[in-house]
């Protein structure tokens, strides 16, 4: 089925005349030229009739010259392009033909080879894949789930146009877009694709990645999403989230249904340049015996509800293995999947991590690879030998052979948190960092990967604040309250951001008791450096954790003071009108889940462990006044950043508020002289 030496024999990398940007590549990395993929629109030919409802999947992949998705005469076909049934991969022959064994319910795809583009629908979403489900869904589904298709058809054609053969790219990799309700959509539109499309022309990307949940269990928003992220006008691929699935399904053949009548297969791969990106579905819902029999996985059978876990199946593991056959050997591997198969985060929850992910690496030993996940909501940039304690346990995953990046989330915390300047909610991470995307710039075989935060400036790489005693004792007051029972604890907490004095305004006292300066770099690595400077003095910062097999460090401690006092005191939950709707008051969030209105508290989403923070210890000998504190961070490309943070030190806490009692001292002021 593979012929693999011919592809080898027959295979020509074309380099594109290429011009560089005014303002210069991203560092180890050249630019390209401008856009690599034109508005080619279409679709595959489908031909039925004589020859239909036959044993195999059989077509061209085709040169449309004519860009109109029909083979016509004087068209070629492309020989050495890869086809899948999602199982077996094949070689087109010379003439462009291929033969693929008819499985009982498949998707017949092609993957785009280097050098060529798919067409794709009006909103960029790519159209390169036949669904054969002779019967359709096995019952009727919420939101459609997939309509018959009938017989086999007597030929599925696939339309090829030549696009940049350039190795340089740039693809935007969104995690968790996750728009519960067309309010969010409008949050995702006025956040992370504005902070796209805001930027010059030449930086805009050749893809667009989301790594699953796209949507937040309303399958019907899947259409006004990707027309939203149209507007990059750069191809999107999708990955299926635990949140995109049919949530009706009986079994986990029949819930990505809706995915593939509405998006496509819900695994396939595709080429830009030299690099070879495999998108796979690993959840598995609902989730069975065969989840059940490893520890820590008998709630797939022993909870009423359906449950999902994550693990890549064993027809996917054979796709990969069969795809990767029939590749040169010599490019880059990107997968790209939706649940990590190693998170910090999640690293002792079975279900949120990959339970087969030792063999995926085995799968891609001696290549270079990387490794694109989403689910947890936090930017993990985990590097080649990273471990923590919980993955061998859960994963049988000692030290990461190979860069995984956990892409953070658009949504950031599910929308929520208080409204920035653009209207959208902050939503700081559970790890502090703000909604947004990564920027994956490729060249070759070699990438450089940057997280920018959604509107927050595009040269800001952390936030940086101060851990004082204080801040414990108050940090320490909320998370008490919020581990009662809601039922049973005052509505109120005990404590907002307006109990919570300066924490850049300290006393000798503060410092003798330990306080620290910390910075959160949003997707800083263990081969990330972090050092502040104070008043000429230079001293390093320490990671709070060290990546070497250890546990995760949780609490009041090792939290991110910037971002909990904004995640720990949320008065949007306050908000309310007198003759505003109801739903309208307080707020609706996931699955229409309402709070409020009620008193200022805290979000789901707390900065209380960290991946990406650094601290050092104030000097207990710092002395009174105001002193200037930069922290610098280079990154593994040799990249810096830097943020300034001045802070006080001060006898003691200066008043608060207004000093009502010395300006009501006199009743026109002092008297004149």
Known sequence: MLRRAAFLAASTILVACETVPADGPAPGVAPHGGPLFSDYRGAPEIIR??????????????????????????????????????????????????????????????????????PHNEHWVPQFAYQHKPNGSVKAMRFGGMAP????????????????????????????????????????????????????????????????????????????????????????????????????????????????????????????????????DNIVYPCTEEDAARAGREFCTQDQRKRYNGRITDEQMTFVRNLL??????????????????????????????????????????????????????AENLSPGDSFASWREVTGVGALPFRHLVVGSAAGAWYGGDFDHHGVPMALQPMGAPRGWVKLDISGTDYVESYFGSNVGRERTMWTSVNTPIFRSWYNQIMNWRAQDPRRRDPVPPLSINDLPDVQTLTPRDLSRGSYLTANVWFGSSESSVELTLDGRTIPMVRTQDSSGEAPKVGAEWADPFATQRQLSVARFAMESRSGLERNQGVEAANGIRTGPAAPQPQYAVADRNVHLWRARLPEDL???????????????GRTSEDTIVIEIREQLPPARFRSDVFDAFENGPPVR
């Not at 076909?77 to 094949?90: A, M, T």
């Not at 086999?152 to 995690?175: D, H, M, Q």
């Not at 968790?176 to 805001?198: A, C, F, K, P, V």
């Not at 309303?218 to 006008?233: A, N």
């Open 623 to 637: 002395p009174l006044g105001v002193h200037r504190a930069v922290v610098t961070t280079t990154d593994r490309h």
């Open 149 to 280: 298709t009938g017989p086999l058809p007597a030929a599925i054609n696939f339309p090829l146009v030549k696009a940049s053969a350039s190795e340089r790219f740039t693809c935007a990799v969104l995690g968790d877009t996750q728009t519960y309700s067309n309010t969010e959509i409008g949050y995702l539109r006025d956040s992370t694709i504005d902070d796209i499309l805001d930027r010059p022309r030449a930086e805009h990307p050749d893809c667009t990645i989301i790594v699953g949940d796209v949507v937040g269990d309303d399958l019907g928003l899947f259409d006004r999403v990707s027309e939203i992220v149209g507007t990059l006008q750069a191809p999107q691929w999708w990955a299926p989230g635990n949140h995109d699935m049919d949530l009706d399904a009986d079994s986990d053949d029949a819930a990505t249904d809706t995915w593939r009548a509405n998006y496509g297969p819900n695994y396939y791969a595709f080429e830009i340049g030299n690099t070879l990106f495999i998108v796979l």
């Open 49 to 118: 009739g004589s020859g239909s409802g036959g044993d195999q999947a059989t077509g061209t992949v085709f040169e449309d010259l004519n860009r109109n998705g029909t083979q016509d005469p004087g068209e070629p076909g492309i020989p050495y392009v890869k086809v899948s049934n999602g199982l077996d991969v094949v070689l087109t022959g010379q003439d462009g033909s291929y033969a693929l064994p008819k499985r009982d319910d498949m998707a017949v795809f092609v993957i785009q080879p280097r050098g060529y583009q798919v």
């Open 325 to 378: 056959e029939a590749s040169r050997g010599d490019e880059l591997v990107v997968f790209a999947h939706h649940i990590p198969l190693v998170s910090f985060m999640r690293q002792d929850a079975p279900e949120h991590q990959t339970d087969n992910a030792g063999e995926l690496h085995a799968l891609v030993d001696g290549r270079k690879a990387l490794d694109l996940a989403g689910h947890t909501h936090t």
